[in-house]
């Protein structure tokens, strides 16, 4: 191999390296503004599956736990569950006064639960659902109507203050982020707990944008959980950890891929009684649009 040839190697091999320690400089530099927004005139389909895990026992007094056990309840107490749902928003128009008017469809919501290896299935009485309604200038969507002839007035009220006051899985800063940067979220939740009430906490979520790759940007995230209560005769200890990706598509403005492996541990003593509980739960969500 003559010398020409062996310059010549050298040189695309050193192109390829300034090549790519350009495109990682650049793509590290990349700014941007994310911003979780429904589009008029489209069609969303959402698939979401969640699975959970609780694992629930009690530890003291002797005397009622032999109670419990006598009464045919068997301890540890085992649930498994799993959702699955496909729900549907068709986006219409855009109006003179920015809003445009959309309909959500439930199509599927189905339930399984085992407890203890007794399996249950049951269809959620929102399927079926239709609600129309309309987004508004700022994008937060108003319900007008819902159809549906399985729901009594409290659930329509619960349905109504739920979709209209939490619509953003995400709530993205107001300033653009890079490759590295990241950004806190808490949410409130309540966790049911037979026998006293619920047990609230706050989820706090760190994301960090981990990559850019062409039209999607990817968010890694941790999740810490925290105790949000004071339960009157109950004291009550809760902790947890979870982790997380999530992917927003540049060009649609929406988030299309999400997923979340969560596990809380809760302790609680209701008057002489020791409960333990484990909760583990495993989410994912895809969305189509057309």
């Known amino acids: 191999m003559d010398d020409t040839s062996n310059q010549y190697k050298m040189k695309n091999l050193l192109f390829l390296i300034l090549s790519s320690i350009l495109f990682n400089a650049c793509t590290q530099t990349i700014e941007v503004i994310f911003d979780n927004k429904f589009q008029p005139s489209l069609e969303y389909t959402t698939e979401m599956v969640s699975t959970s895990k609780n694992k629930v026992n009690f530890t003291d007094p002797e005397e009622q736990i032999n109670n419990i ?41 189905k339930s399984i639960q085992v407890q203890n290896g007794e399996r249950t299935e049951k269809e959620s009485p929102i399927a079926g659902m239709q609600i129309e309604g309309f987004y508004n200038s700022l994008n937060k969507f108003k319900i007008d109507t819902i159809i549906s002839d399985k729901i009594d007035d409290a659930t329509r009220q619960a349905l109504t203050y ?108 209701v008057e002489e009684l020791k409960v333990n509980a484990e909760i583990s739960a495993i989410s994912s969500q895809n969305v189509t649009i057309k």
């Open 69 to 109: 056990k006598s009464s045919g309840i068997k301890l540890p107490m085992i649930i498994e569950g799993s959702t699955s749902m496909t729900s549907t928003i068709k986006t219409f128009e855009l109006e003179e006064d920015s809003t445009f008017k959309a309909k959500m469809t439930y199509d599927n919501v």
């Open 162 to 269: 739920t979709i209209e006051n939490v619509q953003n899985q995400i709530n993205f800063p107001d300033y653009p982020l890079k490759i590295g940067d990241s950004f806190e979220q808490e949410i409130p939740m309540n966790i049911p707990v037979a026998g006293i009430s619920n047990v609230g906490i706050v989820i706090k979520t760190t994301y960090e944008l981990a990559n850019i790759s062409g039209n999607i940007a990817t968010f890694d995230f941790d999740q810490d959980i925290q105790l949000n209560m004071d339960i009157e005769q109950t004291t009550v200890s809760a902790t947890g950890s979870g982790t997380g990706t999530s992917q927003f598509n540049l060009s649609k403005k929406f988030i299309m891929k999400h997923e979340a492996d969560l596990t809380i541990e809760l302790e609680m003593q």
